[in-house]
């Protein structure tokens, strides 16, 4: 999920949607992307078996050779992400904000430390396969 933090949640005006616009690099992950991360989890797990069931259905077509098959029904980014906003959750075309509703923004900040990321990045992942030794063990 490290794409996440490239993010920032912007609305323009009180009562307006709010926006992720992709900026320049890597951030640092505080609650806007901490949202964002708690969004994708939550639809993620509703969907896990039917988006996997997608991807393996258009991954076999294309494995098989069913080229003029597949060529018709290609299944691209925008198709998927379609089909699960819409189709399977009903998330992405969300709710107006309530008028006057006016979201605290938290500025976007980019890694400044970029050492210190990368030994947070590396302490995690060592925690990971921690937690994962133990759970099998």
């Known amino acids: ?26 951030g640092e992950c505080r609650r806007e992307c901490n949202t964002i991360a708690h969004a994708c989890r939550t639809v993620f797990e509703e969907h896990r078996e039917d988006m996997t069931e997608m991807l393996f259905k258009h991954y076999r077509q294309l494995r098989l050779g069913e080229q003029e098959r597949v060529a018709k029904h290609v299944l691209t ?52 396969q921690g937690k994962e030794t133990e759970g099998g063990a």
């Open 1 to 26: 999920g490290e794409w996440i933090t490239s993010y920032d949640v912007v609305q323009k005006e009180s009562s307006d949607v709010l926006t992720l616009d992709l900026q320049d690099g890597l």
């Open 77 to 128: 980014a925008e198709k998927f992400v379609s089909r699960i906003c819409t189709k399977l959750s009903k998330s992405c075309p969300g709710k107006t904000p309530p008028s006057g509703f006016k979201h605290k923004d938290e500025h976007w900040m980019p890694v400044i430390d970029e050492e210190g990321y990368k030994m947070r990045k590396m302490q995690h992942a060592i925690n990971k």
